[in-house]
């Protein structure tokens, strides 16, 4: 009986939670735009670039690190 009870009211609270949320709004997704291929120049000047880049900031880390190495000395005989 007194599961009989418990479901009822777990029923109840539920029908009363539902009642309280508010409505779901779904946007339609966009309509997929057809896919244009960069040509192979231009995909390669476009990873060339970002090598560029990587490289730089790569040199800019050893710099960093060097630096870093230089101004503790002691460090490097205990590793």
């Known amino acids: 009986m007194a599961n009989r009870s418990n479901r009822c009211r777990t029923a109840s609270a539920v029908v009363a939670a539902a009642a309280c949320e508010?409505?779901?709004?779904?946007?339609?997704?966009?309509?997929?735009?057809?896919?244009?291929?960069?040509?192979?120049?231009?995909?390669?000047?476009?990873?060339?670039?970002?090598?560029?880049?990587?490289?730089?900031?790569l040199s800019e880390i050893k710099t960093l690190l060097e630096q870093t190495a230089v101004n503790r000395p002691g460090k490097d005989a205990q590793s």
């Open 22 to 57: 508010p409505e779901v709004h779904r946007w339609p997704h966009p309509i997929p735009q057809p896919y244009a291929s960069a040509s192979t120049e231009t995909t390669l000047h476009y990873i060339c670039c970002a090598l560029s880049y990587q490289n730089e900031l």
